[in-house]
């Protein structure tokens, strides 16, 4: 389908029944700018706006996920659900290709009902009721640039889906820094464990861009992973986040 043509009503409908059916969706072949993303994410929800990163092009819900030839941070390397860090995390997100290296820069995405659904009895009992906590500053260094903006939040571990009342996991790597109630050294053993199983070659999936492809993916059920293999070329993406709900 065109996505730079206006959507009906039913067509939308579609697409969200396609996302909770497969949580991620792959438009190939579109050609949009920054404003037209964001009219496509509001068919889904309201937008959310990063306190941390500017908009693109005067499109303040817009971000743009850069990688410079020769810049070294770079927006990768670790499985995260976008904007878990929020008292309401995101529904889903819509990343669409810009700029690509001629050669890797592709994103795996982990299927959190699986990674919950194959878990033993027992632990699924072990995690039933906890909470963790997520913060946005996990990985940098200067927590006091973020702390004023957000506050670290509680979430619980095992979240069920609003829409198709599946559970999932909900801790992720990059964001999740321990358990309700517990030190982040206490917490290790569980959060590494469950770290680990989740992003099984067997749940993921491993989507190769083309220049105009736009992916749409279920934050509320899926992490996803930038791989950083492409060193020495440029790659340039831009996302929306579509805000979800308080999980439970
Ligand atoms: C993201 O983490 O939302 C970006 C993923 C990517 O650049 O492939």
Redesign the pocket.
Known sequence: MDLSESLDVNVVQEIRQALLNHLVLVFRDQSLYPARLAEIGRYFGSLHINPFVSGTDGVKEVIS?RSEENHEKR??GLW?S?ISWDALPSLG?M?YAVTLPDWG?D?LFSNMNLAYDTLSPGYKQLLEGLKAEHRVDRFHHSRAEFSDVSDPVMHPIVRTHPETNRKSLFVNEYFTSRLADMSEQESRPILDYLFAHSIRPDFTCRISWSLGTLVFWDNRCTQ?Y?TNDYVGQS?L?H?VTITGDEPF
């Open positions: 996920i927006f990768t995260h976008d997100s990343l820069g994103t996803h930038a790659r993406m996302r």
